[in-house]
């Protein structure tokens, strides 16, 4: 098996810059690059993935989709290997020096992270530029933008989270695209709307109605980089009435409109 050094990835890599605390990179992943196998990482690193489609097997041996808008964190030395890989994989990668311990990475962090990556689509947008755009002042806001998705659930993560949390979130990842309301959610958790309402924002960083439109926008990433269906058709699979609707929300939530991330997401 083999162990990767810093920088490196079983893709090609596209675009790489090192700052201080960072390695920060685009790659690209091909049939081609399948023949490494089963491998590892000397840093632990963030994987964001703008386009494509794979499965991947680690060392706990259950198989892992990788798809436009899912975030995977791999720690130092982990093993890991894609199995399928239908559609070549486009993505921008994190790589922490020192493996991150000066972050405090812990798994409660982590998990976060990975099972809320619509939170952080724009960061990663902004990352992209970043990489594109070469200046004096590159490497201060690659590194801003770095702590900003480390520390973004901070104030949150330090509360205790309450039961409802996790049934909540099956829910809505079940019904997404549905007509959903904060008074039906609450019927099903058997909580009082008032209470939901109060305590959402404290554990989500966002009202009800909002975090809705970012799972929908978060939908809408594999359908503009995996198909070549027209901004209306989009819109409406992923629950918007028209399309300006879904152009506005995307351009809130990602950083940029559709079509320019149409454009990120070419290999």
């Known amino acids: 098996?083999?162990?990767?050094?810093?920088?490196?990835?079983?893709?090609?890599?596209?675009?790489?810059?090192?700052?201080?605390?960072?390695?920060?990179?685009?790659?690209?992943?091909?049939?081609?690059h399948l023949e490494i196998g089963l491998h590892s990482h000397k840093n632990a690193h963030l994987c964001f993935i703008f386009s494509g489609q794979d499965i991947e097997r680690r060392e706990d041996r259950f198989d892992y989709t990788r798809e436009p808008g899912s975030l995977h964190f791999y720690r130092a030395d982990e093993p890991h290997k894609t199995t399928h890989l239908p559609r070549k994989i486009k993505?921008?990668?994190?790589?922490?020096?020192?493996?991150?311990?000066?972050?405090?990475?812990?798994?409660?962090?982590?998990?976060?992270?990975?099972?809320?990556?619509?939170?952080?689509?724009?960061?990663?947008?902004?990352?992209?530029?970043?990489?594109e755009y070469y200046d004096n002042l590159m490497d201060e806001s690659i590194e801003a933008n770095c702590l900003e998705l480390i520390y973004a659930r901070e104030l949150f993560a330090s509360k205790k989270t309450p039961d409802w949390i996790s049934p909540l979130r099956d829910i809505v990842n079940e019904k997404w695209n549905q007509t959903l309301s904060l008074s039906v959610v609450a019927y099903e958790l058997n909580i009082h709307p008032v209470t939901l309402s109060r305590e959402f924002k404290l554990y989500f960083g966002c009202n009800f109605s909002e975090y809705l439109r970012r799972i929908r926008i978060m939908n809408s990433l594999k359908l503009l980089a995996n198909s070549s269906l027209s901004l209306t058709q989009v819109s409406y699979l992923v629950g918007f009435y028209d399309q300006s609707h879904f152009i506005r929300n995307f351009r809130k939530y990602v950083g940029c409109l559709p079509k320019a991330f149409r454009n990120y997401s070419k290999c």
């Open 1 to 32: 098996m083999q162990n990767l050094d810093a920088g490196s990835y079983s893709g090609a890599i596209l675009i790489k810059r090192e700052t201080p605390n960072f390695i920060v990179s685009t790659s690209v992943q091909t049939e081609s």
């Open 91 to 131: 993505s921008v990668n994190i790589e922490f020096k020192n493996n991150g311990q000066d972050y405090l990475l812990s798994e409660e962090r982590i998990q976060s992270l990975e099972r809320e990556p619509y939170l952080y689509i724009s960061i990663f947008l902004s990352l992209l530029e970043e990489l």
